[in-house]
């Protein structure tokens, strides 16, 4: 017998090699595996003659095998089974091909069930290459798991279906009071059902069940997280120096900036920790609000911490404040995953000691031997890319210290207020003037060549550009895809040939990341090719054109980012959009970021193109992943698990009861997984 938490390794069917298999999906106990959900469903209940249907029609029919399986060599690696079945009235030819496995199980005079696409002429019936069960096993809804290569979804199928059989009742994980309450089948007969649901009912309920814990456990999870901040503070922020501020500043704030400091401000000089989230759009100035509201922490008496996604972009606001503050007095350092162990540790002692005010860099600033001596205010800028348990690690730091996080990834709105409960929320929805609109072109690889000229043209002016490309992981992929090094070695040879051309991707060490950025920033480099690591933030205003190499192949919200890098200074910018995509879909999302500048109503139109499966499926929100709920199409499970939530915590607010104690456990599980 098997319970939860046996290793994989114990079912039957599952050896050495196919183990290994499931490692790689994040599959290696039995617990993992039953809550490794069907994508969708076929239904094979419904079963047709070959009379019945039409030419065309997928359908599930009922066959005996009359003829032996002919095969056909056609070339190496490619070899078809032939064979026929009748339905008893016609005769139906299928071929099947590759499929070894298949062809050699298949017997003479059985009774089996085909399930496909059936073509149909005046006289013949086919089909080509239909999934062919026994017929006592074969009539059923079938699960279609997310297969990956060597894994099918049937063998997948199995796997789970003895897991199953072997295992005795799952534990119960939501108590009797909710389950009654919101109407949910118990989590035993839920998992039973998702896999190999009799009905669609079955399915549908198992759905529910499933979808409402995950999504109250992620609720209990974010309510928890902030109520841990609601204690008071004794920090104490009396004085504004915001005029003083502005003076260092070559440009004056815009109206949106000044109020965003103004609240951050009044919420600092309040009695609780400031909680707020600053929303803008790329390039609506975060970083000079963020400088703004340090400033005044520092020459409070208290130290100050901001904390960027990346070594480039912490690097690169390193360099930015300290411009900005410098003659100030205040001590700013640099602290990242490659800052040297001896640097490492003076800062630290500086830390503690209180000689450094401002504190710039990577995660590494959140590492417990990080100590601060009175830290007032920590920032994280762009915090979609942090972890939810990032942001809480580091708000434990001090003793009930102020928070602001930015983020310039656009939210629909109602999702905000869920995602950020109690957050206060302020928005720059306003850009710096002498903006100039970015002119978006989607071009296709034909013009190639007068692109280049184009680039040379604005290069040889002075100017700066990015050239874009895709990350590719499959080595399939690199067929159809150029990838940055590739394409940076012939550029160098050909149009660009006499040029400085950078090369950044992800595999670089931080040290060569960093160099490269900074000759790019600096001028010295003049074209840099580059994959989506300049993504975040990255701020170079001589840069005026962005190229990005098959576009069809990134999401609208981070064509948008990336869009974000250029138009900053007061040239005119270029974004040309490069995909030789024959699909319509494709091609009209790109039209999208022609025509719309705003991320706000990209992201909308985004979702509307490509569902919110998708949208969210990026995690962009630094939220755990979800495994079977979707944020926004179950937005009214959300709605009725926030409640349950509140409910749950008024009552039992540290989870200490027995009738809690699962939903405890899948919350230290749910939140331990996210990691950024
Ligand atoms: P983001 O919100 O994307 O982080 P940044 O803080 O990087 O935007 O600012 C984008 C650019 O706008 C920077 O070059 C910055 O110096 C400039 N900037 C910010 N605020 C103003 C302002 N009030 N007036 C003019 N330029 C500004
Ligand atoms: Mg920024």
């Avoid at 309450?181 to 669609?200: G, T, V």
């Avoid at 660009?496 to 051309?501: D, I, P, Q, V």
């Avoid at 138009?567 to 959009?577: E, I, Y």
């Avoid at 179950?634 to 939903?663: G, P, S, V």
Wanted: proline share 3%.
């Amino acid at each position: 017998m098997l319970n939860t938490e046996s290793s994989i390794r114990f079912i039957k069917g599952v050896g050495e090699k196919r183990a290994e298999l499931f490692y790689s999906l994040g599959i290696s106990d039995v617990d993992s595996l039953i809550h490794f959900y069907p994508r969708k469903y076929e239904d094979w209940t419904n079963t047709k003659t070959v009379a019945e249907v039409n030419d065309g029609d997928n359908i599930t029919i009922k066959a005996t095998m009359i003829t032996p399986v002919k095969e056909h060599m056609i070339r190496r690696g490619m070899t078809l089974y032939k064979c026929r079945f009748s339905d008893g009235e016609s005769i139906i030819n299928v071929t099947i091909f590759n499929n070894q496995y298949l062809a050699k199980a298949l017997r003479i005079y059985e009774d089996y069930v085909l399930f496909g696409k059936i073509e149909k002429s005046f006289t013949t019936a086919s089909m080509s290459s239909p999934k062919i069960e026994k017929l006592d096993t074969g009539i059923r809804i079938h699960p279609i798991y997310p297969a990956s290569g060597k894994l099918t979804s049937n063998a997948i199928a199995k796997v789970i279906k003895t897991a199953l059989d072997n295992l005795d009742t799952i534990p119960e994980t939501l108590s009797e009071d909710i389950r009654k309450k919101y109407d949910l089948i118990s989590l035993d007969s839920a998992i039973r059902q998702i896999h190999f649901p009799k009905c669609e009912k079955d399915a549908y309920d198992a759905r529910r069940r499933l979808i409402f814990e995950e999504l109250l456990t992620l609720q209990l999870g974010l309510l928890k997280l902030k109520s841990n901040k609601k204690s008071e503070t004794p920090l104490k922020i009396i004085n504004d120096y915001t005029a003083r501020f502005t003076t260092l500043l070559p440009y004056q704030l815009t109206g949106a900036q000044q109020k965003a400091i103004e609240q951050c401000i009044k919420d600092m000089q309040g009695r609780y920790p400031m909680n707020r989230l600053l929303q803008g759009d790329v390039g609506s100035g975060k970083t000079a609000v963020a400088a703004g509201i340090i400033f005044t922490v520092i020459k409070n008496g208290y130290q100050s911490a901001l904390m960027a996604p990346t070594e480039i972009l912490a690097a690169q606001h390193f360099e930015g404040l300290s411009k900005m503050l410098k003659g100030t007095g205040i001590n700013i350092q640099l602290l990242t995953g490659s800052t040297k162990a001896k640097e490492k540790r003076e800062i630290k002692a500086q830390l503690i000691d209180g000689k450094i005010d401002l504190l710039i860099g990577t995660h590494a600033i959140i590492q417990n031997d990080v100590e601060f001596k009175n830290l007032g205010l920590v920032i994280t800028d762009e915090q979609h890319r942090f972890g939810v348990k990032q942001r809480a690690s580091l708000a434990n730091k001090g003793h009930a210290i102020h928070t602001l996080v930015m983020s310039a990834t656009p939210i629909p709105r109602t999702l905000g207020l869920i995602l950020y409960g109690d957050l206060d929320i302020s928005i720059l929805d306003e850009l710096p003037p002498g903006r100039q609109e970015i002119r978006t072109d989607v071009v296709d690889s034909r013009y190639n060549q007068r692109l280049y000229k184009f680039i040379r043209d604005a290069v040889d002016r002075g100017e700066q550009c990015y050239i874009i490309c895709p990350m590719v992981e499959d080595s399939e992929e690199l067929l159809n895809v150029k990838s940055a090094e590739q394409l940076a070695e012939e550029l160098a040879q050909t149009a660009f040939k006499g040029y400085n051309l950078g090369l950044l991707h992800g595999k670089m060490k931080p040290k060569e990341k960093e160099s490269v950025m900074k000759a790019f920033s600096n001028g010295d480099v003049q074209i840099l090719v580059a994959t989506t690591v300049v993504e975040v933030g990255v701020d170079v205003p001589n840069a005026t054109i962005m190229v990005i190499e098959n576009a069809e192949r990134f999401g609208l919200s981070q064509l948008h980012q990336l869009r974000g890098r250029i138009g900053r200074g007061n040239k005119k910018s270029f974004c040309v959009l490069v995909s030789d995509s024959e699909s319509e879909n494709a091609r009209n999302r790109l039209m999208i970021m022609k025509k719309y500048s705003d991320g706000f109503r990209i992201a909308d139109e985004d979702l509307k193109a490509r569902g919110p499966g998708d949208f969210f499926g990026e995690r962009q929100h630094g939220l755990p992943a979800l495994k079977i709920a979707d944020m926004l199409e179950d937005i009214e499970t959300l709605h009725l698990t926030q409640d349950c939530a509140r409910d749950i915590l008024k009552e039992d607010f540290n989870l200490d009861l027995q009738k809690n104690k699962h939903l405890c456990d899948s919350i230290t599980k749910m939140f331990r997984n996210i990691e950024y």
